[in-house]
């Protein structure tokens, strides 16, 4: 993949048909044809000048995967008023022919009053008849002064719960923000990053001859490293969710929880303790009477064991390799969904009850 990239005359700002302009002329092959453009989807992206560069650099390493028009809106609204515009190609050789095909980028410093009203500056540039997808890497607020036109012109918004400081407020907040059935669909990427771990859960009670423990879980002990209680309340959601629990009490102590909930077949202790050093989720255990369930990183982290016991004797093992997601896997992988989440919402619903206990 090669990139190529310019701005816009003498800096400031440019007219839609500008842009448009400019960005065809990166498109131009060698022999003057223009090279495919191959976007599948618009992606709007909100953030700040420190996390610019990690941010243009996970959506560069999206349009290998899922070409789209990218629009990067470096935001500060309590700047001078000004508007920047610069623009990059992203293009590589598909087939024996040699032909191009491109995904494009348009970055845009906004500052002072634009920064508000992004709808106006991303809007206009949007390819037609592609979804939407908006993404806030960092830290979010739905009162944020441009929020509201930027959900109307979109089609999913992808947060990341754990970005801001304020982890339960963050969920409460997307919470609130699913109760409105206006609000386009929601991911997250503290849900994505817990996929490999539902699998891997899902996959050692597939046995026929353990597959009647789940009604008889009686404790869950989730260890993860501060920062990963988002994580760690959207597993206590989703198991609650899923195998039917009601959660009836909360003891805290400090950053740990202990939840009590009431299951079809009894009470289930719920325990999640910050105390791993090392990985946001780092081993979860499932206990019924007879059983013993873990699914655990280990090997620097970049694989996943599962063990099942009976009593002491060792039924099932099994070691996965899953590496660690960067910034741009995680959110490449919301894009490949378009409507609502309802397994998210459900986990959410309950992580938020626990919150609020």
Known sequence: MIGESRRAPGGGSMSVEQIEHELAQLRMNEDGTLALRSSVL???????????????????????????????LISDPDGETNVDVQLSAFCNVRGGGGAQVCAEQITIHAEGPPARHLDSLAGPLLISDLPVFLWYPGAFSPRSPEFTGMAEISDRIILNSAASGDHEGCLRGIHTLLENPETPAIGDLQWVGLSPWRSLLADIFSAPERTGELEKIERVEVLYAPG????????????????????????????????EFAGPSGQVTFEMSPS??????????????????????????????TT??????????????????????LVGEELQYRGRD???????SIAVEILDL
């Open 228 to 259: 990963g209680e988002c994580r760690a309340l959207l597993l206590a959601g989703w198991l609650a969710s899923t195998l039917g629990w009601s959660a009836e009490s909360v003891n805290r102590n400090g950053e740990s929880f202990k939840v």
């Open 42 to 72: 618009n992606l709007i992206v909100v953030t700040d000048e420190e996390s610019a560069g990690e941010v243009t650099r996970a959506v560069s390493a999206i349009a290998g995967r899922y070409p789209s028009r990218a629009i990067v």
């Open 308 to 329: 099942v016991k009976r009593g002491d004797e060792l039924c099932a093992e099994r070691t996965v390799h899953i590496g660690s997601f960067d910034l741009g896997v």
């Open 342 to 348: 309802g397994a998210y919402e459900a986990a959410l």
């Open 276 to 305: 791993s050093p090392d990985a946001r989720l780092r081993r979860i255990r499932i206990h019924s009477a007879e059983y013993s369930f873990q699914v655990s990183r280990h090997r620097e982290l970049s694989d996943v064991r």
